[in-house]
Every structure is written in structure tokens, then in C-alpha cells.
């Protein structure tokens, strides 16, 4: 190569870098991104948030090294939507991670769902790919079935994993177990051979087999800037940990596979750390939603309920950020902050672009007080609990108010079978198993001094008063927010000739109703 042609190229890969933080002027000090994102991982599961079992040291080395947020958020009460929104920035409503059958209905891709995340939205995939990212998903991605919505058309390089998660066993007859793909071919079902699940003694080694792929993956690209995103699903039934964690945790099986996902963890910093990568790799380990409940769940710590409601159970989750040399160690931060705001921050430090800034993305960039900036204080201090195309609560700074509650829908009733997620604890007119509608007098509660939302305050004091007007007026700006931008509901879609995979009884789940032919106008009511 000359030295004009040289010079070209050195041009353009500083072009695209556009000055990632502190001014970096060179593509190859891009630092490496890694998102390990836990599935139905409960805020009270992890000893740096409170655990008595202590049975995380990798993961509680995390925070005490970097930022752990004690007010972090998923940004949907189920799998599929609240990934979607980490992935893009996006709110499920505007990329159609929803179902409009039933108001407020939570739901996923389900096996026979023809929908998933639209190839116009734009993942942090497609983003760093543009800055020459190698980019890798192991484990769930649960964002389409299809090759469509397959994430190698969603600026993934390399997947190893499965559409969905792994479920059941189905019956293999009328319907297979999950497949597991490498890149674009299938590898396996769940339940079968090297990805068993054995449903007598707990024993699997899917935990083992995506951290040993995620090691890999991390030595073959340590010359050039990789994003990884790690998306085990140990949490999710059905359970499964490694012979050598069996029997060894103080909560049971549940606890066992805490303890195994906490050693891959491990085996993932300790690599950063031999190739002498962790002080240019930023980490970020959270979770999709809150846990499930019943004895083969997780612990949603001191707060009310669990997945699939909008209760601080069912979507305050545990959020660490770690990139020695950069965050600063031992940062405990109050702010509430999001799944949403993950993209953002990225961008910030990496210096890329979305290809179109005019469409909105609700997140926030966290850099600046993940870097302890002296006064640094985030912009935004809502968040919005959505269920389905319902926003059934909003909380501003420390205050949050209920328009909607739900406890269960059909398919958590006839699905699971898990019972209440509510049981512990029952509050008149508030922890409802029907729908109810609480917007000419909302529930409103301070999070600060009443994080178990057991107290609520009384509606005729200057204190009610105030602050739901508060919080109403942001209520009506984000709803204003969405007009023309609302994604068509994707998690409507069956493929009919798959619709025996359905169970029994599909009609009083919502799961074989046609299709609405057109777009919804989303509401605050049904």
C-alpha cells in the first residue's frame, strides 16, 4: 500500500470513530463491550445487593469494582420486549414488542410466533458493526424465530445460541424442543445430547458450554474491538446447573445455578484480565426482568412482587457497570437508570451514531456519573412501567404512581402454574388479580422511604397532591412522545400451521385470536 492510500484509510477509520470519550483519536483503542444479561434474575439474588447466602464473589467483585445502581430497571416485564429495548434504545411499544389483544397482556415471542424485532430498527449491534466491532450473541436471543429476525440480520457477526430459551421439554412428536444454532445452522435441541437438561437431578452444562464459548470468542478477537453479548439463561426454567454446583447452594437448585452462572462470570473477567484486556473492555451485567416466583425462583429482595407485574419486583433488577481504570471502584448510585439507557451510554463511549438521530430512542447515556464527573446528575429521572401496550405506572425521582394493576393474566395461570406473584403479602384494591383502574385516584408511593410500595400515601394530603401532578404531566408528555412512532404489534403473530404447538385451551390464553389489520392508536386506557 503507498502512503496516500495509507493515509486514506487511517482517515476513514478515525472518521468513523468520531472521538469516542476523552478524545481518543484512534479506531484501535475502541474499547471492547461486553453485556451479560441474566434471564429472570432477581434483584435480592446477588450478595452485593443483600443476599445472605453470599454465594456470588464474581459478580459481587463487579460492583464492589465499578457502579452497581440500586434503583435499575428492566424496560418490560417480560423477556422479549425488555431485550428488545436494551438492544435499541427503543420502548417496546414503538418497535412493536407487543400484543393489542388484551390490554396490558404481557407476552413474548412465543415457539410457533411468526413476529419479532423489525430489521428497521437498529440494534448496538448494527452500531458498532459500523465502527468495525466484531459483534457475538451466546445464548438467548428470543427476538424471532425466523431468518428474518434472526440476529446475524441484526448486525451480529457469529450467534450460538437458540431463538428461544430452553423450555419444557416438548413432546418432539406434534412439537420439537427448541433448536440451538451456530451462525446460521442448527446445532441441536435443548434436552438432547451436549445441551441436556436432565429434569430429575438439575444437572446441565448450557452454562458452562456459553462461557467456554464466550472465552473463545474473547481470544479470537483480542487484536481488534469485539462486542459480546452473553445472554445465558441458567435463571429461566427449567433449571440446570453443573454436576460441580449441585447441591452446594444454601437456596436449593435455584441457588446452584446462581452459583454456576457467578463462576462463568469469573472464567469471562479472569480471561480480560490474562490478555490483559479488562482495562479497555466496558462491562455491563443485568437482567431481562424481574424473577418468577415459587421455590424454583429468585428473590426480588425487599420489593413488592415479581415477574410479570409492574410492581418494583417485577422490573427492579441488578445493574453493574465495570471497566477497571475508567469507572471508578466501590460507586454505589441511587439514580433511577434503565435497560434502556444501555445504547446511549455506548454510544457516548464509543463514539458511534444511530443512522437516524430524528427517531427517538428513550434511553439516557449513564457515562457521566458511571465516570464520577464532579455535579454530573442524569437528565432524565422517570420511568415508565409498561405491561403489553399499557403504561401501568410512572415513577419521577422518588415517587411513583399505579394507573393500572394486574397481578396474572391467562397465560401465567395456565402456562405456569407458579402461583400469585404476589403471595407474600395482599393490599386491598392494589395487588389485584383483574385488571383494575386506578386513574381517577392512582396508588402513589415514595420509593425512598417505602421501597416494598406497602404504604401508600393519602390522597387527600398537599403531598399527594403535588407530586402526582408531577408526575401526570410527565405521564401525558411521554404519551405525546409516541405519536407516530408506534411499532405495529409483532406479538400478535401465530403461524397457523404451527398452532397445534399451542397448549390446550388456547382461546382463553389470547394465543389463536386473529390478527388485528391495523396499526393501534396506543392509549393510557383500554
Not at 152 to 173: A, K, M, V, Y
Not at 486 to 499: E, K, R, V
Request: net charge negative.
Amino acid at each position: 500500500m503507498d502512503t496516500k492510500s495509507f493515509i486514506l484509510v487511517l482517515s476513514l477509520g478515525v472518521a468513523m470513530a468520531k472521538q469516542p470519550w476523552g478524545g481518543r483519536p484512534s479506531w484501535r483503542r475502541l474499547p471492547n463491550i461486553i453485556i451479560m444479561l441474566m434471564d429472570d434474575m432477581g434483584w435480592g439474588d446477588l450478595g452485593c445487593y443483600g443476599n445472605e447466602a453470599q454465594e456470588t464473589p464474581n459478580i459481587d467483585k463487579l460492583a464492589k469494582e465499578g457502579a452497581m445502581f440500586t434503583d435499575f430497571y428492566s424496560a418490560a416485564v417480560f423477556c422479549s420486549p425488555s431485550r428488545a429495548a436494551m438492544l435499541t434504545g427503543r420502548l417496546p411499544i414503538r418497535t412493536g414488542m407487543y400484543t393489542n389483544i388484551t390490554f396490558g397482556k404481557q407476552t413474548g415471542v412465543a415457539v410457533n410466533g411468526t413476529g419479532g424485532l423489525v430489521p428497521e430498527e437498529e440494534t448496538i449491534a448494527e452500531v458498532l458493526s459500523r465502527l468495525g466491532y466484531r459483534n457475538k450473541i451466546i445464548g438467548k436471543w428470543h427476538l424471532g424465530n425466523s431468518k428474518e429476525f434472526s440476529p446475524l440480520n441484526q448486525g451480529f457477526h457469529e450467534f450460538f445460541g437458540s431463538h428461544q430459551n430452553h423450555l419444557r421439554p416438548f413432546d418432539n412428536i406434534s412439537a420439537p424442543n427448541n433448536a440451538v444454532f451456530r451462525n446460521d445452522k442448527m446445532v441441536g435441541r435443548y434436552f438432547q445430547k451436549e445441551f441436556f437438561i436432565n429434569k430429575e437431578t438439575g444437572e446441565s452444562d448450557l452454562t458452562r458450554i456459553w462461557t467456554k464459548d464466550a472465552v473463545e470468542f474473547i481470544d479470537e478477537n483480542r487484536n481488534n474491538p469485539f462486542f459480546l453479548y452473553w445472554s445465558a439463561d441458567g435463571t429461566h426454567e427449567e433449571l440446570g446447573a453443573h454436576r460441580d454446583f449441585l447441591g452446594t447452594s444454601q437456596r436449593g437448585l435455584y441457588g446452584d445455578v446462581i452459583r454456576d452462572l457467578d463462576h462463568g462470570v469469573g472464567q469471562i473477567i479472569t480471561r480480560l484480565k490474562q490478555l490483559k484486556l479488562h482495562r479497555n473492555t466496558f462491562v455491563f451485567f443485568g437482567s431481562d426482568n424481574g424473577p418468577m416466583t415459587g421455590i424454583y425462583g429468585g428473590s426480588t429482595g425487599p420489593f413488592l412482587c415479581a415477574k410479570p407485574t409492574t410492581y418494583e419486583g417485577g422490573m427492579r433488577v441488578p445493574g453493574i457497570f465495570w471497566w477497571p481504570g475508567v469507572i471508578p471502584a466501590g460507586q454505589v448510585e441511587k439514580a433511577p437508570a434503565n435497560l434502556l439507557d444501555i445504547i446511549n451510554t455506548i454510544l457516548e463511549i464509543t463514539g458511534g451514531e444511530v443512522s437516524n438521530p430524528e427517531r427517538p430512542l428513550d434511553g439516557q447515556s449513564l457515562w457521566p456519573i458511571l465516570i464520577d464527573k464532579p455535579g454530573a446528575t442524569l437528565e432524565k429521572d422517570s420511568i415508565f412501567y409498561y405491561r403489553g401496550n399499557g403504561l401501568y405506572a410512572v415513577r419521577v425521582g422518588d415517587f411513583k404512581a399505579h394507573y393500572w394493576t394486574w397481578i396474572l393474566d391467562p397465560l401465567f395461570k395456565r402456562l405456569l402454574r407458579r402461583g400469585n406473584p404476589c403471595s407474600r403479602v395482599y393490599i386491598e384494591n392494589f395487588t389485584t388479580e383483574e385488571l383494575t383502574d386506578h386513574n381517577d385516584r392512582p396508588f402513589l408511593f415514595h420509593l425512598g422511604r417505602d421501597p416494598g410500595e406497602t404504604f401508600p400515601i393519602d390522597p387527600s394530603t398537599d403531598e399527594y397532591q403535588i407530586h402526582l401532578e408531577v408526575i401526570n404531566n410527565v405521564r401525558d408528555q411521554h404519551l405525546k412522545s409516541l405519536e407516530g412512532d408506534i411499532g405495529y404489534p409483532q406479538l400478535n403473530m401465530i403461524d397457523w400451521a404451527a398452532a397445534d404447538w399451542s397448549p390446550p385451551g388456547c382461546e382463553e390464553i389470547n394465543m389463536c385470536l386473529p390478527v388485528p389489520e391495523s396499526n393501534p392508536v396506543v392509549k393510557p386506557y383500554p
